[in-house]
Nanobody, 119 residues
Framework: QSTLVESGGELAQPGGSLKLSCTASGFSLGDFAVGWFRQAPGKEREGVSCISSISARTNYSDSVRGRFTASRDNAKNMGYLQMNRLKPEDTAIYYC????????????WGQGTQVTVSS
């Protein structure tokens, strides 16, 4: 069975940092691009970042560029999202996903992890 599991979501203060992890099992995450998405209450899911499988090239949405950094460790079958200078508007459920490339829709989705930014 192929699964993705996110972890690291929690309550953080504005201006603080969190690091989300995405652990793959049942398949080699190194063969896939790793995307991060988020969905805030009452809003549609939006793409946050993507890191390609081979070159580890990254891209980010305008709302997080310069604050969030995606990375991966193919040996550990894991992806990461380092989130700095958090804002209340970053509050959402964050999902990781694996796709053939950043231009393709995801093949696998995680179940999500809650990030809440509040003082």
């Amino acid at each position: 069975q192929s699964t993705l599991v996110e972890s690291g979501g929690e309550l953080a203060q504005p201006g603080g940092s969190l690091k989300l992890s995405c652990t793959a099992s049942g398949f080699s995450l190194g063969d896939f691009a790793v995307g991060w998405f988020r969905q805030a209450p009452g809003k549609e899911r939006e793409g946050v970042s993507c890191i390609s499988s081979i070159s580890a090239r990254t891209n980010y949405s305008d709302s997080v560029r310069g604050r969030f950094t995606a990375s991966r460790d193919n040996a550990k079958n894991m992806g990461y999202l380092q989130m700095n200078r958090l804002k209340p508007e970053d509050t959402a459920i964050y999902y990781c996903a694996a796709s053939k490339s950043c231009a393709y829709p995801p093949t696998y989705w995680g179940q999500g992890t809650q990030v809440t930014v509040s003082s």
